[in-house]
């Protein structure tokens, strides 16, 4: 039985795959500078006997045949890239790249991947069609490692009919899966604000334009547009996460004040027409205040969408090899990630691998860690997806 055999090889494997988790993990490097993991990835690949190409300068791409080859082709991705995080964990494989960390589980998905690919190589004959492995650089810095390998044609030669995308979920148990059908991850733009006024003595302020001032203007007025435009029943949420001035004291107006903020939505259209009322809007309070205002967004990613069709089949797939029990219900969420950039071209389905481990510290922190038995699941899960994939 494949189930059966694709389990034992996850088993077999698990303290090799272990020690390539924790390589990485030992390793870490920032978005689209990945040149190590890229050069170590293709070299496990390759002494697995899978036929390799790089694309986006540090992706690795791999392609596994099975029978009738021709038949059907799906994609697996995981990304690469670490986290400019100063790691604390005190363990004997922790990042020895100082100020770089893979705080966001990059290197479990670089390793499940890997672990995937070796299981399926060594049962190709027992399953149909070809898997492309995309092992991606810079999902953590715009404009996104899945953009650029898109543009450079990842989707062809042989083109996917559908991708299967697997991330880390430390507030899930090991042995569970979390997944949602439809709208999953919002889109994700970064707002950079420099507001200009004329700056003086904090106790003569008739004789300045207060940029302080007109900051926190801005800040509550923008709230209020984007909580009395969108529609209540399409989240969004507008967040400025930083706000800071050059020099300065307590009693000094400066001459600027920049404010840094995020805008995430699911709805295209609602995103275009909030980037120009936010824009019109910032400008306009400035200018009333006697200031001025650069207001520039980044666009970043899409809404990550999971096809109904697909999402539908790979949680029976899931059930199958787990148990139902063990695959969750997931809310849709704010974060963003780049695989949307697929998720808007080709049939998609992002899934949460769980991973909690006893300290229960949360991603994108200095202290993340994972339990690694979790590394058998999502070995084991992500090469019988791929094997039980239907166009």
């Not at 088993?11 to 490097?29: A, D, G, T, V």
């Not at 302080?212 to 209540?232: E, H, T």
Request: charged fraction near 20%; hydrophobic fraction near 40%.
């Amino acid at each position: 039985m494949l189930k059966k055999k694709v389990q034992q090889l996850a088993k077999k494997y698990l303290n090799q795959h272990i020690s390539i988790r924790r390589h990485l993990h030992q390793y870490p490097e920032l978005s689209f500078k990945e040149h190590q993991t890229c050069q170590f990835v293709k070299e496990k690949l390759e002494a697995w006997g899978i036929e390799t190409q790089i694309m986006a300068t540090t992706g690795v791409i791999g392609i596994i045949k099975g029978k009738n080859p021709s038949s059907k082709t799906l994609a697996l991705r995981a990304d690469m890239d670490a986290l400019p995080i100063q790691e604390i964990n005190a363990v004997n494989y922790k990042s020895q790249h100082d100020g770089i960390m893979h705080a966001c589980g990059h290197d479990v998905h670089t390793t499940c991947l890997l672990g995937a690919a070796q299981i399926l190589q060594e049962l190709k004959e027992e399953w149909e069609g070809t898997i492309k492995l995309i092992f991606q650089p810079g999902e953590e810095q715009l404009p996104g490692g899945a953009s650029v390998l898109i543009k450079e044609g990842v989707l062809h030669n042989p083109s996917p009919t559908a991708i299967l995308g697997q991330h880390v979920e430390p507030l899930l148990e090991v042995g569970k899966i979390g997944v949602k059908a439809g709208l999953f991850m919002a889109s994700a733009d970064e707002i950079h604000v420099t507001i200009r006024g004329k700056g003086g003595h904090g106790a003569r302020p008739h004789q300045c334009v207060d940029t302080i001032l007109m900051a926190a203007q801005l800040i509550v007025q923008l709230q209020q547009l984007v909580s009395r435009n969108a529609d209540p029943l399409m989240p969004t949420v507008l967040t400025f996460g930083k706000i800071f001035s050059e020099g300065g004291a307590t009693n000094i107006i400066p001459d600027e004040v920049k404010i840094l903020g995020t805008l995430r939505t699911f709805d295209e259209t609602w995103r275009a027409a909030a980037h120009e009322r936010l824009r019109k809007s910032a400008q306009l309070i400035c200018e009333s205040m006697g200031g001025t205002c650069n207001f520039e967004i980044l666009k970043g990613y899409p809404f990550l969408k999971n096809n109904e069709h697909l999402t539908q089949l790979t949680r029976q797939q899931m059930e199958a090899y787990l148990g139902a029990e063990n695959v969750i219900d997931l809310p849709a969420r704010m974060g963003g990630e780049d695989f949307a950039f697929y998720s808007q071209q080709i049939p998609a389905c992002f899934y949460r691998l769980g991973v909690q481990n006893p300290n229960g510290t949360g991603l994108h922190t200095p202290n993340f860690d994972i339990d690694e038995r979790s590394l058998e699941v999502g070995v084991g899960l992500m090469a019988w997806l791929a094997t039980q994939h239907k166009t």
